[in-house]
Nanobody, 116 residues
Framework: QVQLVESGGGLVQAGGSLRLSCAASGSIFSINAMGWYRQAPEKQRELVAAITSGGSTDYADSVKGRFTISRDSNKGTMHLQMNSLKPEDTAVYYC??????????WGQGTQVTVSS
């Protein structure tokens, strides 16, 4: 099993930056991919960014060029550097992982609020 703990959310003005972190524990060497999803009020949860164990990354079009995902596989940590934040980035951000190729785990979520 893998457990996830997120940190780093908060309130920031438009144009500012935040860095989200996710710490995995347990069977971290069974992790295949990690990522961040977000869910705004009355909207579906959407993928923000993901990174595989091989280092391949994927980003939502809305965050390309502004967000950067990174990962330290040996430590089981993942970060999302968010720059040039916009009010529409306001959401609860969830850390996600796929491990042992078939299982998934979610973090508890961290609130990001961007004021205009």
């Amino acid at each position: 099993q893998v457990q996830l703990v997120e940190s780093g959310g908060g309130l920031v003005q438009a144009g500012g930056s935040l860095r989200l972190s996710c710490a995995a524990s347990g069977s971290i060497f069974s992790i295949n991919a990690m990522g961040w999803y977000r869910q705004a009020p009355e909207k579906q949860r959407e993928l923000v960014a993901a990174i595989t164990s091989g280092g391949s990354t994927d980003y939502a079009d809305s965050v390309k060029g502004r967000f950067t995902i990174s990962r330290d596989s040996n430590k089981g940590t993942m970060h999302l550097q968010m720059n040039s934040l916009k009010p529409e980035d306001t959401a609860v951000y969830y850390c996600w992982t796929q491990f042992m190729r078939v299982y998934e785990q979610w973090g508890q979520g961290t609130q990001v609020t961007v004021s205009s």
